[in-house]
C-alpha cells in the first residue's frame, strides 16, 4: 500500500542537540511538506519542497533545516537554534488529486 | 496569504446530537476547501472536501458546503456517535503550490 512513513512516532533529546526526523513517501507524489502542531495552535507550515532539489520556507522556518535529494524522501533537521522544540511534527505529500499525512512523530527536548 | 477561522472548542455533546463547527476563510482566487479529522495520537485523515463555490463534501455522514458569498464551509452532521470524538480542522489551499492553511482546530467529545 503506498503512504508516508514517519519514523520514530516518539524521540527524546537533549537541549542542544541537532535532531533529524525521517519522512518517507511511496505515492509518487511531487510536493512534500512539514508542519508543526503545538495545542491549541493548529497546524503551522515549517518547509515546503514542490520538486526535487528545491524547497522553500514556510511560516515558521527558523531553527529548522531540510534536504530534498530523493523525490521520496524529505527530512527535517531540528536545529539547536529552535528554541521551543517541543512539538508533534507532521510530514505531508500531495498531488493535484489532494494530501496524504504520516501518522506524525512527537519530539520531546530536556 | 491565505488564513482560516474556525470555531473553537472544546465542543462536548451527546451521543445523536446534532453537530455545527463553524468555519470562514480568506483566500484569494479559487480556493479549494477541506475537513480533517485527527484521532489521539494519529495524524490528519482527510474527512471530506469541495474545490468549487456550491460544492457540498460529504463523508461519513458529515457535510460541508463551500460557501463563496459568505467565504464559509461550516462542517454539520446530524446525528454525532461517540466514536467522532477527535479534532476537526479546516483548511484552505489555494494558488499554484498547494500549500494548505489550517485553522486551530476544534476538539470534539461526544459523551454516550
Known amino acids: 500500500d503506498g503512504g508516508i512513513t514517519q519514523s520514530p512516532k516518539y524521540l527524546f533529546r537533549k537541549e542542544g542537540q541537532n535532531v533529524t526526523l525521517s519522512c518517507e513517501q511511496n505515492?509518487?507524489?511531487?510536493?512534500m511538506y512539514w508542519y508543526r502542531q503545538d495545542p491549541g495552535q493548529g497546524l503551522r507550515l515549517i518547509y515546503y519542497?514542490?520538486?526535487?532539489?528545491?524547497?522553500q520556507k514556510g511560516d515558521i522556518a527558523e531553527g529548522y533545516s531540510v534536504s530534498r535529494e530523493k523525490k521520496e524522501s524529505f527530512p527535517l533537521t531540528v536545529t539547536s537554534a529552535q528554541k521551543n522544540p517541543t512539538a508533534f511534527y507532521l510530514c505531508?505529500?500531495?498531488?493535484?488529486?489532494?494530501?496524504?499525512f504520516g501518522s506524525g512523530t512527537r519530539l520531546t527536548v530536556v | 496569504g491565505d488564513s482560516v477561522t474556525q470555531m473553537e472548542g472544546p465542543v462536548t455533546l451527546s451521543e445523536e446530537a446534532f453537530l455545527t463547527i463553524n468555519c470562514t476563510y480568506t483566500?484569494?482566487?479559487?480556493?479549494?476547501l477541506f475537513w480533517y479529522v485527527q484521532y489521539p495520537g494519529e495524524g490528519l485523515q482527510l474527512l471530506l472536501k469541495?474545490?468549487?463555490?456550491?460544492d457540498k463534501g460529504s463523508n461519513k455522514g458529515f457535510e460541508a458546503t463551500y460557501r463563496k458569498e459568505t467565504t464559509s464551509f461550516h462542517l454539520e452532521k446530524g446525528s454525532v456517535q461517540v466514536s467522532d470524538s477527535a479534532v476537526y480542522f479546516c483548511?484552505?489551499?489555494?494558488?499554484?503550490?498547494?500549500?494548505?492553511?489550517f485553522g486551530k482546530g476544534t476538539l470534539l467529545t461526544v459523551n454516550p
Open positions: 505515492l509518487n507524489h511531487d510536493a
Open positions: 483548511a484552505v489551499s489555494g494558488g499554484s503550490n498547494y500549500k494548505l492553511t
Open positions: 505531508a505529500s500531495s498531488n493535484s488529486h489532494g494530501y496524504t
Open positions: 483566500a484569494t482566487g479559487y480556493p479549494s
Open positions: 469541495a474545490t468549487k463555490a456550491d
Open positions: 519542497s514542490q520538486i526535487v532539489n528545491d524547497f
